[in-house]
């Protein structure tokens, strides 16, 4: 009776070690994507330890625009991306889609922000409330750098798709003769900006998140996030005219807050019959999520020279030793929906 009852609680014991070491992705070859903007790679590659970690065979990610990455994934011949953002992509997917990909879990809701900072400090001093306010000639003198009589602002350098959306809002706010776009090198211009403000002098530029701006210059405590005058959609926007406007965004100059730019959801993407033949891979696609400030963390250790894929990986380790206790809870939750 006692060797049985020894024998019970050895098994007792092995069982939770067991479970730790569980590989439900044994043997499983796994085909990745990453997006073509940097500010994504982090993400993929923790996802792609977790599945490691998990026993999957892995692939070198490939790299794709958008639309490709969509089309692929629909043909099976890739399986996932951390890379999808909504409903901005959506017009990018091919027709019927949702027969063959599924958007799953959220890496960040609502973290894919684009819009308008201006620095606190000056926001306070000029009481600015939305681009409106930048006619009034206090506030155009204020941030007049070059003093040409308008206020400038880091835009967007030319061909870029967010400069399109700068263009119409300048011209439906009637704001092309107040406000200066600078279309130059954007790292070289927020480089610029970012030294202009450690000086004392007003800030004002555009930018989205995930981001390295948005660590540098931290929202609600360093710029705020502000408002267009109204909602006018871009022809491109109307459909999704709702996700211009967003409430519970921190270092915003109002809740809500009018941004005049998508809000969207960054979310993993894969390929239905990949996450039906693996529910461990499906169940830490639903549980991964990341906080915006992480990403914007990492994001500037690449703009500042930490860019190769060996210094990735690191800031990958150096984030699992943070939050370890968060990550052994999301393989524990993909192991047990395997078994």
Request: hydrophobic content about 40%; some cysteine; charged content about 25%.
């Amino acid at each position: 009776m006692k060797r049985i009852l020894l024998v019970l609680l050895m098994l007792a014991l092995a069982i939770p070690a067991l479970a730790d070491s569980h590989k439900p992705g044994k043997g499983v070859k796994v085909k990745p994507a990453r997006a073509t903007w940097n500010t994504g790679y982090f993400q993929e590659a923790l996802v792609s330890t977790g599945l490691k970690e998990l026993g999957y065979n892995v692939m070198k990610p490939k790299e794709l625009q958008n639309p490709l990455f969509y089309q692929s994934l629909a043909l099976g011949d890739l399986d996932y991306w951390t890379n999808g953002w909504f409903p901005v992509h959506d017009g990018q997917l091919p027709k019927d889609f949702y027969e063959k990909g599924e958007k799953v879990g959220y890496v960040v809701k609502a973290g894919g922000l684009q819009g308008y900072l201006v620095s606190k400090r000056d926001v306070e001093k000029y009481n600015i409330q939305s681009l409106e306010d930048f006619k009034r000639p206090e506030v155009k003198e204020a941030f007049d750098a070059n003093g040409d009589g308008k206020a400038d602002l880091t835009a967007c350098p030319a061909g870029w798709g967010c400069e399109g959306t700068i263009a119409h809002h300048l011209e439906v706010y009637d704001l092309e003769e107040h406000i200066n776009p600078i279309k130059a090198s954007y790292s070289a211009s927020m480089a610029d900006a970012l030294a202009r403000y450690k000086a004392g002098k007003p800030a004002f530029f555009y930018t989205w998140a995930p981001n390295w701006t948005i660590f540098k210059f931290k929202p609600g405590e360093d710029v705020v996030w502000m408002n267009v005058p109204e909602i006018k959609p871009t022809e491109a926007q109307e459909p999704m005219a709702d996700r211009l406007t967003v409430s519970g965004i921190d270092g915003a100059v109002s809740d809500p807050v009018k941004l005049g730019f998508v809000v969207a959801d960054i979310q993993i993407v894969a390929n239905k019959e990949f996450l039906a033949a693996n529910p461990a891979a499906k169940e830490f696609f639903k549980v991964f999520t990341l906080p915006l400030g992480d990403i914007n963390e990492q994001n500037t250790k690449m703009q500042e020279g930490e860019k190769s894929q060996k210094d990735i990986n690191r800031h990958v380790k150096e984030w699992i030793a943070k939050n370890q206790e968060k990550w052994d809870g999301w393989l524990a939750a993909a192991r047990k929906a395997a078994m």
